[in-house]
């Protein structure tokens, strides 16, 4: 079998509202999937984490620079297209786009390798320890016509929705600044409840002195984790808001491959780590960094954004996922489910995963796909429709 060509769909369309985040405000939705067709018939999927222009840039690495050192190669051989193209890469980028871009093609590899087994995903890389997994929804996010009082009414009803879901537990956004976040998490609180987890995402927006003064608010309101409360690069940050705070402190989705996680594991700066497949080399590297946090002790819940084809790949892998430390009731992942509206991961697939209904029946827990590879084929006249062309 040979890898015959290599297809970016980057997909685009707008969203009913403007939301944001503490780095920006964004009303478009980008989704970026890669194909890997072979001269067998035989086709894979991934995705590549980034969006908008990133994700444009990132389809020239996959098609322009990847493409032509891999094409005529055996798609069974993964790790020795991994290691070849990384190895090609290193001297443009250990981290970043050209991981990125790497982690797509990785992913849509394995699909190929499970679909030529007839086993999926969690099958080939072990077997399943787990065959549903909670789901925790995420929204609260920030609107840049709102202010801090108005964004806490809503807030308060938001998140008061995720957990009538069926959600287990819930995740806001943070970046108005300290004092008005901690109103927003207050607000958080109200909405769910003293015994329901919520978990605070500040995407890295706060000097450490800041997310001292965030945490230990939270740390009265018994929040659940403080997700990037500083840059990733702050290593001496995490370190020390670790050992200061009472809330967990989680992060590694801007962080990538073996010896990134490395540093940021052995720095012990993180009671849970995040990495994202999709960005951090693929489910090849997603697998060694699993095994080095755990090897670290580091509970593990992956970071999750993109479409349909990211929510697979992450539901497998979780799958797959060893507890730790073990036990009769051992300490379990959750999948991240966005909660705002996204076609790209709900209407892509010819049979979709149908998360939020799966959620609502079952008291919050999704089954894993059990069809070949990662379990999912996207519709290719939905790709067609919303593709921007090159």
């Given at each position: 079998?040979?890898?015959?060509?290599?297809i970016?769909?980057?997909?685009?369309?707008?969203?009913?509202e403007?939301?944001?985040?503490?780095?920006?405000?964004?009303?478009?939705?980008?989704?970026?999937?890669?194909?890997?067709?072979?001269?067998?018939?035989?086709?894979?999927?991934?995705?590549?984490?980034?969006?908008?222009?990133?994700?444009?840039?990132?389809?020239?690495?996959?098609?322009?620079?990847?493409?032509?050192?891999?094409?005529?190669?055996?798609?069974?051989?993964r790790?020795?297209?991994?290691?070849?193209v990384?190895?090609?890469?290193?001297?443009?980028?250990?981290?970043?786009m050209?991981?990125?871009?790497l982690?797509g093609?990785?992913?849509?590899?394995?699909?190929?390798?499970?679909k030529?087994?007839g086993?999926?995903?969690?099958?080939?890389?072990?077997?399943a320890?787990?065959?549903?997994?909670?789901?925790?929804?995420?929204?609260?996010?920030?609107?840049?016509?709102?202010?801090?009082?108005?964004?806490?009414?809503?807030?308060?009803?938001?998140?008061s929705?995720?957990k009538?879901?069926?959600?287990?537990a819930?995740?806001?956004?943070v970046?108005?600044?300290?004092?008005?976040?901690?109103?927003?998490?207050?607000?958080?609180?109200?909405?769910?409840?003293?015994?329901?987890?919520?978990?605070?995402?500040?995407?890295?927006?706060?000097?450490?002195s800041?997310?001292?003064?965030?945490?230990?608010?939270?740390?009265?309101?018994?929040?659940?984790?403080f997700?990037?409360?500083v840059?990733?690069?702050?290593?001496d940050?995490?370190?020390?808001?670790?050992?200061?705070?009472?809330?967990?402190?989680?992060?590694g989705?801007?962080e990538?491959?073996?010896?990134?996680?490395?540093?940021?594991?052995?720095?012990?700066?993180?009671?849970?780590?995040?990495?994202?497949?999709?960005?951090?080399?693929?489910?090849?590297e997603?697998?060694?960094?699993?095994?080095?946090?755990?090897?670290h002790?580091?509970?593990?819940?992956?970071?999750?954004?993109?479409?349909?084809?990211a929510?697979?790949?992450?539901?497998?892998?979780?799958?797959?996922?060893?507890?730790?430390?073990?036990?009769l009731h051992?300490?379990?992942?959750?999948?991240e489910?966005?909660?705002?509206?996204?076609?790209?991961?709900?209407?892509?697939?010819?049979?979709?995963?149908?998360?939020?209904?799966?959620?609502?029946?079952?008291?919050?827990?999704?089954?894993?796909?059990?069809?070949?590879?990662?379990?999912?084929?996207?519709?290719?006249?939905?790709?067609k429709?919303?593709?921007?062309?090159?």
């Amino acid at each position: 079998m040979k890898i015959t060509k290599i297809i970016s769909h980057v997909l685009s369309c707008d969203m009913p509202e403007t939301l944001g985040y503490s780095q920006q405000y964004y009303s478009k939705r980008t989704a970026h999937i890669v194909e890997v067709q072979t001269d067998e018939g035989v086709t894979g999927w991934g995705e590549c984490f980034g969006p908008g222009t990133v994700a444009l840039a990132n389809r020239t690495i996959v098609e322009k620079v990847i493409q032509p050192l891999v094409l005529g190669m055996d798609p069974m051989d993964r790790d020795v297209i991994w290691h070849k193209v990384y190895n090609l890469l290193r001297d443009h980028g250990q981290k970043g786009m050209p991981l990125q871009s790497l982690s797509g093609v990785d992913i849509a590899l394995w699909d190929i390798a499970g679909k030529v087994a007839g086993l999926p995903l969690h099958k080939m890389i072990g077997g399943a320890h787990r065959t549903v997994v909670d789901v925790y929804g995420y929204g609260m996010m920030l609107r840049p016509d709102e202010n801090a009082d108005s964004l806490a009414d809503r807030f308060v009803d938001e998140a008061s929705a995720i957990k009538d879901m069926g959600f287990v537990a819930t995740k806001m956004k943070v970046g108005l600044g300290p004092k008005s976040d901690v109103k927003l998490c207050e607000a958080v609180r109200r909405g769910v409840g003293e015994d329901y987890r919520f978990m605070v995402d500040a995407n890295h927006c706060y000097t450490t002195s800041d997310a001292f003064y965030v945490g230990r608010a939270l740390d009265e309101m018994q929040a659940y984790w403080f997700e990037e409360p500083v840059a990733p690069e702050d290593h001496d940050g995490y370190r020390e808001l670790r050992a200061a705070l009472k809330t967990n402190i989680s992060g590694g989705e801007a962080e990538f491959n073996r010896w990134g996680w490395r540093s940021i594991l052995e720095n012990r700066g993180l009671d849970i780590a995040q990495p994202e497949v999709c960005a951090l080399g693929g489910i090849s590297e997603y697998l060694r960094v699993l095994a080095l946090c755990h090897a670290h002790f580091t509970p593990v819940i992956n970071h999750v954004w993109g479409s349909a084809v990211a929510v697979a790949t992450n539901l497998q892998l979780l799958a797959a996922m060893p507890p730790m430390p073990g036990g009769l009731h051992p300490w379990e992942p959750m999948l991240e489910f966005d909660t705002t509206e996204n076609r790209f991961r709900d209407d892509l697939l010819a049979d979709p995963l149908d998360i939020q209904r799966q959620v609502a029946a079952t008291g919050g827990q999704v089954a894993i796909p059990t069809s070949p590879g990662i379990g999912v084929e996207p519709d290719r006249a939905f790709l067609k429709h919303w593709a921007i062309e090159p």
